[in-house]
C-alpha cells in the first residue's frame, strides 16, 4: 500500500485516538470501531479492489466516534497520543489478520502526557482523502488530489469516463437507498433526508427492487436523492430497472457526478479560484489567466474576468503579452544559436557584431570593447530599462534602428554604463543588441527564426514572437484608468518584450527547462544551456528584486528548493513565473498574466501568493504573505513592477540553511 495511502489512514485514527484518550469511554468506543473495521472486512473477499473497502473500513471507523465529546478544556485535535507512524504503518500492513489496525491502536492509547504529536499529513493525502469521501473511486481520488485546486470540469469528465468497475467501485461508497438511517454518514443521510421519511413498506419496496436492480446491471442503484420522497424514487427506479445495463451505467456516472458535485459545493476542498475571483474585483482588473502545476500532476488552467472588456471572456488558449518573460525564451535560444555556430558567449559583443557584417558597435571607449555575450543577458552593462512599445496600427520599428536610439519612440542609443560584468543594472538594451546580432547573421526577423524553435518545444501553437500574428486570440491591455491601450495592444522588440503567449505555453518552456537543468539531452534545451540560465549570482539583484540574477532568468533560493523566475510589465499587460526546477518541491510552477498596468501588478503578487500557500511549497514563510501592506508611490515607473513582487512575495522566501 503506498505510503500516502497509509498516512490518511494514520490521519482517520487521529480523531478517533484523540477523542477516545479523553472522553473517558474508550472501551465503548474501541468497541464500536472494531465491530465497524471487522463487519467491512467480512466483505472484502467480494470485492474485486479491496482497497476501497479498507479506506470505507476506516472513513466508517472515523464516523462512529466523531459524536462523541472531548471532555472540557479539551478541544478537538488537542489531546496528544502515542501510536507513531512506522508502529501504525506495520498495523496496516497487517489489516488481513483478525487483529484491525483500529484494536492495535486502542490498546497504544495511553498517557496523553508522554506522547509526541502526530505528522502533519502531506498535502497529496488530504486531498486524495477529501476527494475519496465525496465519491468513492480511488483513481477519481488519486487524478484529484495531483490538482492545484477543484475544477468541476475536471472532477466531471473524470466521473464520465468510469468503467463499470469503477463505478461498482464508487457505489460500494454510498448507501443504498432505503438503507436505515443507522447506516448512512451524515452526508448521506442529508442527501436521502425526504426518502428517509417514507413509510417502512416504501422502504422495504425500494431494497427488494435495488436488489433485482443489482442482478440485472451489475451495479447498484445511483440517482442524487437531494430533494426527492421515498415514492419518487421507487418510481425512478422502477423505470430504470428495465433500461439496458450500458445506459445505467451512464446514468450512475450520471447519479456519481450529481452527487460529488453537491458534496463538494457543501464542503469545498479548496478556495483558491474564489479567492482569485475577489482579487479581480479588489484591484480593479479586467481580466487574468493563470497555469499551474504540481509535481507528478498536469497543468491546471484558472481564467478570471474578460479578454476583451464586454466582449469576450478570459479561456485558456487566450494569449496575453507575456513582456520580460520573453527574455527567458529568447535565451535560451540564443544560448542554443550561438553554440551551434561554434561562438563562445564570451566572446566580445563587438567581435560578433563585425562577423555579422553589422555596422553597429558599443562606443564607449573604457569597456565597449569588454562587453561580452553572455553580459547582454544577465542585466551587467547596458542601459535602458524597460523598452517602449510600438502601437499594433503602425510598422514595428526594426530592431537595429532602435538600439541606435529613436526619439519618437522614445529610445535612448544603447551604451555601456558600467564595468561589464561586475554591477547589476536591469537592461532591456543587452536583448536588443542580442537580437539585432542574430538577425543580421541571417537576414529574417527574429520571430521568423524562433518558429522552429517553438516548434521543438511543442509551443507553437500556445506562443509566438510574430508581433501581428493572423489568427491569434489576444487579449486587450488596459491602463489603471481602464481605458483600453490605442490599438488594443503595442508591439515591443522580440526578444525583450515581445512574446505573446498562453500561461499553459510558458508554463511547458518551464518544464522543459526543468528537465534539461536534470540532465535530459533529448530534448531542445541542452543541459549545459539550462544549467547556465539557472546559475545565480548577487552583483546588485538582491537590492533590486530580492532574487539572484542567472542568465535570461531570475534565480530564487528558499530554503531547500530553488526557482527560476521572471517578471512582465508591457503596456496594459502585466506577467509572472515561479517554477521549481530544483529540490523536493521540483516540478511546481505557475505562471500569472492579466491585463492591466501597476493594479494588475497587485493582481498577479497576491495570486501568487494564494497559489504558493496552496501548494503548500516549502521554504516559503506564508505569514508573511496578505497582511503586509506595500505602497509603490514613491517607486520610480521603471521599478514598480520588480518592487513590488520583492516586497509582497520574494520577501517571504527563507533562507538556505
Not at 500516502?4 to 472522553?23: E, H, K, R, S
Not at 535560451?332 to 561554434?342: E, K, P, T
Not at 483600453?484 to 511547458?508: D, I, N, S, W
Request: charged share 20%; with cysteine; glycine share 10%.
Amino acid at each position: 500500500m503506498a505510503t500516502d495511502l497509509v498516512a490518511a489512514l494514520f490521519g482517520v485514527l487521529q480523531d478517533a485516538n484523540t477523542l477516545a484518550a479523553g472522553i473517558g469511554e474508550s472501551a465503548e468506543v474501541a468497541k464500536r470501531l472494531t465491530l465497524t473495521c471487522r463487519e467491512i472486512r467480512a466483505q472484502q473477499h467480494l470485492h474485486p479492489t479491496p482497497l476501497p473497502l479498507v479506506l470505507r473500513d476506516f472513513f466508517a471507523a472515523k464516523r462512529a466516534i466523531v459524536k462523541a465529546r472531548p471532555p472540557p478544556g479539551c478541544a478537538l485535535g488537542q489531546v496528544p497520543w502515542r501510536l507513531s507512524f512506522p508502529q501504525f504503518e506495520a498495523a496496516v500492513a497487517s489489516l488481513t489478520t483478525e487483529e484491525s489496525a483500529i484494536d492495535i491502536f486502542v490498546a497504544h492509547i495511553g498517557n496523553p502526557a508522554r506522547c509526541p504529536p502526530p505528522p502533519q499529513l502531506p498535502r497529496y493525502t488530504r486531498r486524495f482523502c477529501h476527494f475519496f469521501e465525496r465519491c468513492g473511486c480511488v483513481r477519481f481520488a488519486s487524478e484529484m488530489a495531483t490538482t492545484l485546486t477543484t475544477d468541476l470540469d475536471r472532477v466531471h469528465g473524470a466521473i464520465a469516463r468510469f468503467t463499470l468497475a469503477e463505478a461498482v467501485e464508487a457505489a460500494g461508497f454510498h448507501g443504498d437507498i432505503g438503507e436505515s438511517a443507522a447506516t448512512l454518514d451524515a452526508m448521506a443521510k442529508g442527501e436521502q433526508g425526504d426518502a428517509l421519511a417514507a413509510g417502512e413498506a416504501v422502504k422495504a419496496e425500494l431494497r427488494a427492487t435495488g436488489q433485482q436492480y443489482i442482478a440485472r446491471h451489475g451495479i447498484k442503484f445511483l440517482v442524487s436523492a437531494k430533494g426527492k420522497s421515498g415514492p419518487e424514487m421507487l418510481e425512478i427506479l422502477k423505470q430504470r430497472l428495465g433500461n439496458s445495463s450500458d445506459v445505467e451505467l451512464t446514468n450512475a456516472r450520471t447519479a456519481l457526478w450529481d452527487i460529488t458535485r453537491m458534496r463538494l459545493a457543501a464542503e469545498p476542498a479548496d478556495t483558491l479560484h474564489s479567492e482569485i475571483t475577489k482579487l479581480l474585483a479588489k484591484h480593479g482588473v479586467v481580466g487574468g489567466s493563470i497555469c499551474a502545476v504540481l509535481p507528478g500532476g498536469t497543468p491546471q488552467s484558472l481564467v478570471f474576468g474578460e479578454s476583451v472588456r464586454g466582449k469576450q471572456a478570459v479561456t485558456p488558449g487566450c494569449f496575453f503579452e507575456i513582456a520580460s518573460l520573453s527574455k527567458s525564451v529568447g535565451s535560451s535560444y540564443a544560448i542554443r544559436y550561438f553554440a551551434r555556430r561554434g561562438t563562445l558567449l564570451t566572446t566580445p559583443v563587438n567581435t560578433v557584431l563585425a562577423a555579422a557584417g553589422s555596422s553597429f558597435r558599443l562606443t564607449n571607449v573604457k569597456w565597449g570593447d569588454k562587453v561580452q555575450l553572455v553580459h547582454l543577458m544577465s542585466h551587467c552593462a547596458l542601459n535602458m530599462h524597460y523598452v517602449n512599445g510600438i502601437p499594433l496600427n503602425e510598422p514595428m520599428i526594426d530592431v537595429g534602428d532602435l538600439i541606435r536610439g529613436n526619439q519618437q519612440y522614445g529610445y535612448p542609443a544603447v551604451d555601456v554604463v558600467h564595468p561589464p560584468g561586475t554591477t547589476f543594472q536591469y537592461s532591456g538594451g543587452g536583448f536588443l543588441v542580442l537580437q539585432h546580432i542574430i538577425e543580421s547573421f541571417e537576414k529574417q526577423p527574429i520571430w521568423s527564426l524562433m518558429e522552429p524553435y517553438l516548434r521543438e518545444l511543442g509551443l507553437d501553437q500556445q506562443m509566438t514572437f510574430d508581433p501581428v500574428a493572423a489568427g491569434v486570440p489576444v487579449a486587450h491591455g488596459y491602463g489603471d484608468d481602464g481605458k483600453e491601450v490605442a490599438g488594443t495592444r503595442k508591439m515591443f522588440p522580440a526578444f525583450a518584450a515581445g512574446a505573446y503567449a498562453t500561461p499553459h505555453g510558458m508554463l511547458g518552456f518551464l518544464s522543459a527547462l526543468q528537465t534539461a537543468y536534470a540532465g535530459d539531452q533529448t530534448g531542445p534545451i541542452a543541459p549545459e544551456t539550462a544549467r547556465l540560465m539557472l546559475t545565480g549570482t548577487d552583483k546588485g539583484c538582491r537590492e533590486f528584486m530580492g532574487v539572484l540574477m542567472g542568465v535570461g532568468v531570475f534565480v530564487g533560493e528558499a530554503g531547500p528548493n530553488r526557482f527560476a523566475i521572471h517578471q512582465g510589465a508591457n503596456d496594459g499587460f502585466r506577467s509572472v513565473f515561479l517554477h521549481c526546477f530544483d529540490g523536493p518541491d521540483a516540478g511546481t510552477g505557475v505562471v500569472i498574466t492579466a491585463n492591466g498596468d501597476n493594479r494588475a501588478m497587485f493582481f498577479v503578487a497576491e495570486a501568487l501568493q494564494w497559489v504558493l500557500v496552496e501548494t503548500g511549497i516549502r521554504g516559503i514563510d506564508f505569514s508573511k504573505f496578505f497582511d503586509s501592506e506595500v505602497s509603490v508611490d514613491s517607486v520610480p515607473t521603471e521599478e514598480i513592477v520588480n518592487f513590488g513582487y520583492k516586497n509582497l512575495v520574494f520577501a517571504a522566501f527563507q533562507p538556505k540553511l
